[in-house]
């Protein structure tokens, strides 16, 4: 009998560097490999890989994250060029979560508490709002 030594989510991307700089900016990963063709990135306990693809594919992925900060993520996504497709939804006591998905159209749920608005500054997390 194997052994697994390791366990991991595969994601076609059309452009390497716009997938990962989208993830490090939104989640924060540890980039373990970096390069034009492979690119593998530690989020949590988890390790997501990127595989640039002349055809890529995107897909629901399956994936679900949670972030401390559900508001900086949901406006980094925006920024970054990903998007907002559902929510927020209530996930547990004190959380939302949404259905974003990356530069590249894969979806992934993203979930967190709600930090607090800054005093004045609309906040579409904080009221529920949508884009």
Same mark, same amino acid.
């Given at each position: 009998?194997?052994?697994?030594?390791?366990?991991?989510?595969?994601?076609?991307?059309?452009?390497?560097?716009?997938?990962?700089?989208?993830?490090?900016?939104?989640?924060?990963?540890?980039?373990?490999?970096?390069?034009?063709?492979?690119?593998?990135?530690?989020?949590?306990?988890?390790?997501?890989?990127?595989?640039?693809? /002349? +055809?890529?594919?995107?897909?629901? @992925?399956?994936? $679900?994250?949670?972030? &401390?900060?559900?508001?900086? %993520?949901?406006?980094?996504?925006?920024?970054?060029?990903?998007?907002?497709?559902?929510?927020?939804?209530?996930?547990?006591?004190?959380?939302?979560?949404?259905?974003?998905? /990356? +530069?590249?159209?894969?979806?992934? @749920?993203?979930? $967190?508490?709600?930090? &607090?608005?800054?005093?004045? %500054?609309?906040?579409?997390?904080?009221?529920?709002?949508?884009?």
């Amino acid at each position: 009998m194997s052994s697994v030594t390791r366990t991991y989510f595969m994601l076609t991307v059309g452009d390497m560097a716009r997938a990962v700089a989208f993830y490090r900016e939104v989640l924060g990963p540890v980039i373990r490999t970096e390069s034009d063709e492979w690119s593998e990135l530690k989020l949590g306990d988890a390790t997501v890989a990127l595989h640039a693809s /002349d +055809t890529p594919s995107p897909r629901h @992925t399956g994936l $679900g994250v949670e972030v &401390p900060d559900l508001s900086a %993520a949901y406006h980094a996504i925006l920024r970054m060029g990903g998007q907002v497709l559902a929510g927020p939804t209530e996930d547990l006591p004190g959380q939302l979560c949404y259905e974003v998905a /990356d +530069t590249e159209g894969n979806t992934f @749920t993203v979930t $967190g508490a709600v930090a &607090p608005a800054t005093p004045g %500054a609309p906040d579409p997390v904080a009221s529920g709002d949508t884009p």
